[in-house]
């Protein structure tokens, strides 16, 4: 009998990934499927980005590099937050590694003890969740609603907090919901936190070029949590390098170490190649970010008109990402050929295998109420994808 260990038996699949994949075996098979399940940009690599790349292979930078990464990076990354965030880390306190993911995993991984707590606002990415089970943590979540556009008040984090709080894990802008903190309102979750000096604070500002309303705002930025404070960031979203897999983190020294550490016993540093290209993007043109954020913006208010057009979908309007986090709880215990759908797990395969678009249910991400739709796809795909939703919603009873 095949013997896995109970780590890996009990860890849930991403959701994500499993209605991608779920797509990929109705397209082989033959359907039209339009995919807006992965948080993927449509957009490919900025030219000088790839040309950085593949100067650095005929120039042979193939070798290993530090584990935390080459010192230019390092340095590039530094200049970028100060430039963009106002934050000073040394190169010293920068970790590069293979995306943001793994940024996430080493911090909670060299943070967290069995049995501590981690809270998490929902609605959340993911993979938080099972980065925190498998610390052996204990995820502590705090709900919101779309009323709120799901953002936490310092009220409920304060509420949230027990002698056995480790780290607060959050994102802005946020992935699923697209909610971007403001300025004056990260002020007051850092006023609560640094009453709790004890408790580090995960800062996932992967999507901080994708930010519609203004200036993107770290929380890192307040003196009184700068040291409690880990900034999480990558390429994948705001450069469109999502298989170039390169992330980093700013923290304070002594995390920053241990992050090293640890990622020396599992992947090294990531690739010397994706540095380079990396390196380019933070020294070179930003224009193609900001081309890409507007025409992620200019799809966001399109995709959000067609879906008002829908009866029984709550949607607010969402500042950044490329996210759109509908409440579609009017739609639970209606039926479609006497298949009662009772959750948003049951809208989603319905959706699928009735208008041939994949979505992911908010279950996934801590919000049971809500289906995650991505608009980084073509216009022609998402008017097509809007319509076949209204039609398909439309026959359930």
């Known amino acids: 009998m095949p013997h896995l260990s109970d780590r890996i038996a009990n860890l849930h699949e991403s959701a994500t990934i499993k209605m991608a994949q779920l797509g990929r075996e109705l397209k082989a098979q033959g359907h039209d499927i339009i995919s807006l399940s992965l948080g993927e940009p449509d957009f490919v690599t900025p030219k000088h980005i790839c040309e950085a790349a593949k100067k650095a292979i005929d120039e042979g930078f193939t070798f290993y590099t530090a584990v935390p990464g080459t010192i230019e990076l390092r340095k590039a990354i530094q ?223 399109m995709v959000i008109a067609l879906l008002s057009e829908i009866p029984g979908l709550k949607t607010n309007t969402p500042p950044g990402a490329f996210y759109l986090f509908p409440d579609v709880s009017a739609y639970f215990g209606k039926t479609y050929n006497g298949e009662v759908l009772k959750d948003a797990d049951d809208l989603s395969l319905y959706l699928l295998a009735e208008a041939h678009v994949a979505l992911v249910s908010g279950a996934a991400f801590g919000s049971p109420e809500c289906v995650r739709i991505s608009y980084a796809a073509s216009d022609k795909q998402l008017v097509e994808a809007c319509a076949r939703l209204k039609s398909a919603l439309a026959k359930l009873k």
């Open 79 to 301: 200049a970028k937050f100060k430039r963009d965030n106002g934050l000073d880390y040394s190169p010293e306190q920068i970790v590069v590694s293979t995306g943001a993911k793994q940024s996430l995993i080493n911090v909670v991984l060299c943070l967290v003890n069995p049995g501590e707590e981690v809270i998490v606002p929902a609605p959340y990415w993911v993979s938080y969740a099972a980065m925190v089970e498998l610390a052996e943590g204990k995820m502590v979540n705090i709900f919101t609603t779309i009323d709120q556009d799901f953002k936490i008040t310092p009220e409920q984090l304060e509420a949230a907090i027990t002698p056995k709080t480790r780290m607060v894990m959050f994102s802005s802008p946020c992935n699923p919901s697209g909610s971007v903190y403001t300025k004056e309102e990260l002020a007051g979750l850092a006023k609560v936190l640094a009453k709790h000096p004890e408790i580090y604070v995960v800062s996932d500002e992967i999507y901080e070029y994708i930010n519609f309303d203004g200036k993107h705002e770290s929380i890192a930025q307040f003196p009184e949590i700068y040291n409690q404070t880990i900034t999480v960031n990558g390429f994948a979203k705001g450069f469109a390098m999502t298989g170039w897999r390169v992330g980093y983190i700013g923290a304070p020294l002594w995390i920053a170490k241990a992050c090293d550490k640890l990622q020396g016993q599992f992947t090294s540093a990531t690739c010397s190649i994706a540095q380079k290209a990396a390196e380019a993007a933070l020294n070179g043109d930003m224009q193609p970010s900001y081309d890409m954020r507007d025409q992620f913006h200019r799809r966001r208010d």
